[in-house]
């Protein structure tokens, strides 16, 4: 079984992006070890604060984000990161290549239930002499990513990565720390009868998304002829894990519970970095309106209608959306 660096450094990665994903892992193997840890290290739930999204954050949100924040700043290998629990973005080395953009702990509120969390992490190039105090260097379209991946902190601790050229899955082997190749080439089959949605919104969606849904739920007697099964994990990275390990169909789309907020998913860390994951195995991901990793984004926090998985699937849900 291979390890990650000699599999990357085969696929051509330079040695400076390898140092950063490797940084990138150092800080995961450490929220993986207090994950694993739950109630016996004392991080399991709230703080009394919230963060600039107004979400109350998880004692785990932050101990993920200052291991994150901290390791890749000391590390020099970053020019500026942000973060989903950080206000603003946070200048690091002027002279480094790269810039971070992370979700540390995604699906949080499954901490306190000892269920399916991740850090999801997007990797750009930045802009040849720019500032690195200056948010807009973050304004990059998906397909600008040269990194791309998630850690799954569940009965195993697992790595989807992509360098641009395919999706490869690791497996954290506890006993001597290092992620090992488990799986060559993610690939998303073209068919599905499973899909992922929060289905406790169904009233606010739009009617697009209403008629799709309604059309799987009738199953075999509908018109789309066969069956659908659902499940919904509540952190993205847990559903999405489920769509490059047999397919599956996760999305969620625009709402109108609250008027100041259509939607849920943040676009830089975590739809871009899901999209090109999923794209690289063969699958695809939209916006309803756009490919996500069309996008140019216009703030660092702005979030996007998404809809993820194989390919068929994500084809026929558009096909409400024309
Ligand atoms: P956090 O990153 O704040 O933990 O949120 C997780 C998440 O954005 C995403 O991973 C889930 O799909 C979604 O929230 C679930 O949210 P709801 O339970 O509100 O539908």
Redesign the pocket.
């Given at each position: 079984m291979r390890r990650l660096p000699p599999v990357l450094i085969e696929d051509g990665c330079s040695r400076e992006l390898l140092s950063l994903i490797r940084t990138i892992l150092a800080a995961c193997k450490e929220i993986s070890f207090r994950v694993g840890q739950g109630a016996l290290s004392g991080v399991l739930g709230s703080t009394l604060d919230e963060n600039i999204q107004g979400?109350t954050q998880k004692k785990l949100d932050v101990l993920s984000n200052q291991l994150l924040k901290d390791i890749l700043l000391e590390s020099g290998y970053v020019k500026a990161i942000a973060s989903?629990e950080e206000d603003y973005t946070v200048a690091g080395n002027p002279d480094a290549e790269y810039i971070v953009a992370f979700?540390p702990?995604?699906?949080?509120?499954n901490t306190d239930i000892n269920s399916l969390v991740g850090t999801i992490f997007s990797i750009m190039r930045a802009p040849k002499d720019s500032d690195p105090a200056d948010e807009r260097i973050f304004m990059q379209p998906g397909h600008q990513q040269v990194a791309a991946g998630y850690v799954l902190y569940g009965p195993c601790t697992t790595l989807a990565l992509t360098i641009g050229k395919g999706t490869r899955i690791f497996t954290l082997d506890k006993t001597h720390g290092s992620f090992m190749l488990t799986q060559e080439f993610a690939k998303i089959p073209e068919d599905t009868k499973e899909f992922a949605i929060?289905a406790s919104n169904q009233r606010h969606w739009q009617p697009a998304m209403q008629n799709y849904v309604n059309d799987l739920l009738a199953g075999d007697t509908g018109p789309r002829g066969k069956n659908f099964n659902m499940r919904w994990i509540?952190?993205?990275?847990g559903?999405v894990h489920r769509v490059l390990c047999r397919g599956g169909l996760f999305t969620?789309p625009a709402d109108t519970k609250d008027p100041n907020k259509p939607f849920?998913?943040r676009l830089l860390y975590?739809a871009n970095p899901m999209a090109l994951l999923v794209e690289q195995a063969g699958g695809m991901a939209h916006t309803g309106d756009a490919r996500i990793l069309d996008i140019d984004p216009q703030e660092i926090h702005q979030r996007v209608s998404v809809i993820l998985g194989s390919k068929n699937e994500v084809e026929a849900c558009l096909a409400y959306h024309k």
């Open positions: 979400e989903e979700d702990l995604d699906g949080s509120s929060n509540a952190a993205m990275v559903d969620y849920k998913l975590e």
